[in-house]
């Protein structure tokens, strides 16, 4: 078995985690049903290995995140146990070999390590048991429906700001599955278009990641980083409405000594950016790796999708999806061969077409006798 030697880097939250973590460092994580995006930015963070003191695959859904760190060559090892979480220490050296990590100074844990067969497995018995995951899923979003049914036709209390969204294609960039290819594949769209930015949290730092300045960024502020705070757009805080009307990001704002607008409305971040914009008068709203689907959400920990229904209700036909699209054009994109031989058959006609004609005719035995002359000369 290989053996893999290097830094750890610990904690409870995923997200936290990827912000500290440089390639070549092993992950110990605590994140019971690990989702794509976790795995994603562990991926992109360059984790040597991911070592989970819980279970990467519960049974609950189907979740991607350990599939996509086998598919990517990241060694997996579940299930070590709430008993060696809380006995490492960020920083320390481990080693890994098969399923037993052992700290330098002699603590070490056995877990499961995880194959693209037994992960396939567990995979295929969640699917199956996915049916009584969306029965409760159904039933709380019936029941927040009617707790959140103010958002489909009730006026929203929407803050000043200073960017202009009227009657500008704005797109809403959330750090989803997929928004890297859905990003690259609508280049030519942001080039020609040049549509208003708004991250939603860590999408902040997606639109950096590939050369683009957001205009505006929008969330509780837990997942996106300091640079990206920094680099000059608006920030608005999600402040939610219960109980005192919390808005959680603020105080780290606060610290940072950045200034930030407040916009109280209920439910997800990515909700309220759509809010925001067509409330301000956007023409288009265009959604970049936002949660949509029963597993968007279930990766999340929501147990409803309520706000998204009824806010997706609310602005209609004004919002375009991009989610998918990357992917889209990845499967069944067309080939540069496929471009030329469309070429080669619309020309086809054409070219008998002309040589049907007289006028083509002769055209033909004059570019023939030039070229036979063309030849002689430097024959």
């Known amino acids: 078995m290989n053996l893999i030697r290097g830094r750890i880097r610990v904690d409870r939250r995923t997200k936290e985690l990827v912000k500290r973590l440089r390639r070549g460092e092993m992950a110990v994580i605590h994140h019971a049903d690990l989702d794509g995006t976790a795995a994603r930015a562990l991926i992109d963070a360059g984790a040597s290995a991911v070592i989970n003191a819980s279970k990467s695959i519960t049974g609950r859904y189907p979740n991607q995140g350990p599939l996509l760190l086998l598919e990517n060559g990241t060694p997996l090892v579940d299930e070590v146990g709430d008993e060696f979480f809380e006995a490492i220490h960020e920083g320390q050296i481990a080693e890994l070999r098969g399923d037993t990590v052992t700290l330098l100074g002699g603590v070490t844990a056995t877990g499961k390590l995880a194959t693209l067969i037994s992960v396939q497995r567990d995979m295929e018995l969640a699917s199956q048991r996915l049916s009584e995951e969306l029965e409760s899923f159904v039933r709380n979003t019936l029941r927040y429906v009617s707790e959140e049914k103010s958002l489909l036709a009730d006026p929203i209390e929407v803050p000043a700001i200073r960017t202009n969204l009227m009657g500008r294609h704005t797109m809403i960039v959330v750090r989803g599955e997929g928004y890297k290819q859905d990003l690259r594949f609508i280049e030519g769209y942001l080039r020609d278009v040049k549509p208003v930015l708004i991250g939603v949290d860590g999408g902040?730092?997606?639109?950096?990641?590939?050369?683009?300045?957001?205009?505006?960024?929008?969330?509780?502020?837990?997942?996106?980083?300091?640079?990206?705070?920094?680099?000059?757009?608006?920030?608005?805080?999600?402040?939610?409405?219960?109980?005192?009307?919390?808005?959680?990001?603020?105080?780290?704002?606060?610290?940072?000594?950045?200034?930030?607008?407040?916009?109280?409305?209920?439910?997800?971040?990515?909700?309220?950016?759509?809010?925001?914009?067509?409330?301000?008068g956007a023409r288009l709203i265009i959604a970049v790796g936002t949660h949509f689907s029963l597993v968007d959400f279930l990766d999340k920990g929501r147990e409803g999708m309520a706000s998204t229904f009824l806010t997706r209700?609310?602005?209609?036909?004004?919002?375009?999806?991009?989610?998918?699209?990357?992917?889209?054009?990845?499967?069944?994109g067309i080939k540069t061969k496929e471009i030329l031989a469309l070429f080669i058959a619309a020309l086809f006609p054409i070219v008998v077409l002309f040589v049907m004609l007289p006028q083509g005719r002769n055209l033909v035995r004059v570019a023939w006798l030039w070229l036979r002359y063309h030849f002689q000369i430097h024959g």
């Open 204 to 280: 902040a730092d997606a639109l950096l990641e590939v050369g683009l300045q957001p205009d505006i960024i929008l969330g509780d502020m837990d997942s996106v980083s300091d640079r990206a705070l920094r680099c000059g757009a608006e920030l608005i805080v999600h402040g939610y409405q219960k109980g005192d009307r919390a808005a959680p990001g603020y105080e780290r704002l606060k610290q940072l000594g950045l200034k930030a607008t407040i916009f109280h409305a209920p439910g997800t971040s990515e909700d309220v950016a759509m809010l925001l914009a067509d409330a301000q």
């Open 313 to 332: 209700l609310r602005i209609g036909s004004k919002l375009v999806d991009a989610k998918g699209i990357g992917r889209l054009w990845e499967e069944r």
